[in-house]
Structure formats: C-alpha cells, structure tokens
C-alpha cells in the first residue's frame, strides 16, 4: 500500500513525460572477467552522464535486466540485489538510479530476458496511460557477447520485432566480442552493431547523449540520433 500511494505522489509531482528504457544485459560466464568489469563502468558513466542533464533526468526512466544463469530485475534505487518484475518497482527514475553492481556467471536465457522485457514495456505504459502522463516510445538496449541458450528463444525474438513494427519499442541489438550477430538481429528490424573491443564506456556515453535528446522532442517525434563511433554494422 505505501508504495502505491508513493506511486500515486509520483506522478502527481512530476507530471513530466516519460521515456522508458531497459538496459537487457547479458552478465553469463563468458562476460566475467574484463567484459563484466568494462560494463560496469560503462553503466555507471551512463548514470553519471544523465543525471547532470536535468530534463533527463525528471523524464528517463531505467531498469535493468540481466540474464546470466538467471534473468534477473535489479534494484536501481539502492544498486544492490534485485527487484520484483514489476513495472512500478523496476523502473526507476534517472534522478534516483544507482547503477547495480553486475557480475558474471551462467549460460544466456536471451529469449526469457527478452519477454520480461517487453512485459515491463507494456506494463509500464499501461501505468503512464492511467495517470495521464504522456510518454515517448520505450527503448530496450540488448547487449550481448554470446548467443541464446534458452530453448523458445526464436519465439521470443519475433515478439519482440512485432512490437517494433508496431511502433511500440524500439531496440538496439549490440554485439560484443563473439556474438552471435546473425541470432542477435533476429530480435530487431535494426542491424545488430558490433561492439568496438570492450568500449562500454564510450557506448554509454552515446547512450546518454541520446537520450538527453528525446525529452527534448515532443513525444511520437523522430528525432535524429548522435553518429555511432563506438561499433560497426557486423559484416
């Protein structure tokens, strides 16, 4: 109950529109190491970087999943442990996200990651829409270094490019490392782009200086997105 009426004060305090994004990121066995060390800085710069922009902040919104073993719903509030999938919990605005700390272990559920991702989406519109808040279109950013383990993961992939067609997400497919960049764009009508080595960092900060962007459009605008040195389109 308290938070619901937490909720409620919320949106009755900040009736600003929402841009909702979910960071799905692959933490399995095959990230340990530099990768996983690498991505935690790149989501911390990420944090950094947002909240020093003041529309951004009052207007992002972030959760983060990880499918490594397990996909997981982690606690952007106070950055540690994991949260429930629920959309009211597991967003979470940028003036209030801690970037959890990740590690590394297990195979890849990207298909699993993937429907929770897209349940959080709708479920999180579904919200906005009951307190007339207005909202730009939901990013979800897929980074992975592998391929999916999960048996189904092909069903999954095509929920999610039917969601995109319809307007009602769009998603950046990043490979890094050996990805399995044919398998990655079946879950975008984008190209999956490669990840230049480790460069999170720099990933993040195109990330952030993208969406600094969006609250400054109108929502249902196209707005046109900083040149991308940071990855190449796979071959």
């Known amino acids: 109950m308290a938070y619901e009426l937490e909720q409620a004060e919320f949106a009755d305090t900040n009736p600003e ?3 909702p994004v979910v960071l799905l990121l692959d933490t399995s066995y095959s990230m340990s190491n530099d990768p996983i060390d690498e991505l935690n800085g790149g989501v911390r710069a990420f944090e950094t970087s947002l909240k020093s922009d003041k529309l951004a902040a009052q207007r ?12 997981t719903a982690l606690d952007g509030r106070t950055g540690h442990g994991s949260t429930a999938f629920d959309a009211q919990q597991a967003f979470v605005l940028v003036d209030e996200f801690t970037a959890p700390h990740l590690s590394a272990s297990g195979d890849t559920p990207m298909g699993e990651a993937m429907r929770r991702a897209l349940q959080l989406i709708r479920d999180r519109k579904d919200f906005y829409k009951s307190k007339d808040l207005d909202y730009y279109r939901p990013w979800i950013v897929l980074i992975t270094d592998g391929q999916p383990t999960d048996d189904g993961w092909e069903s999954a992939a095509d ?5 995109e067609e319809r307007h009602g997400v769009i998603i950046f497919p990043i490979g890094v490392g050996g990805a399995n960049m044919a398998q990655l764009g079946r879950f975008s009508t984008r190209q999956p782009l490669l990840l230049h080595g480790l460069n999170f960092k720099e990933l993040f900060s195109w990330l952030s200086r993208s969406l600094q962007e969006v609250p400054r459009s109108k929502p ?7 040149p991308v040195g940071w990855g190449t389109v796979a071959s």
């Open 17 to 19: 529109p929402r841009c």
């Open 60 to 71: 992002v919104e972030v959760a983060v999943v990880t499918f490594g073993g397990n996909v």
């Open 159 to 163: 929920e999610a490019r039917r969601e």
């Open 220 to 226: 249902g605008d196209q707005i046109p997105l900083p």
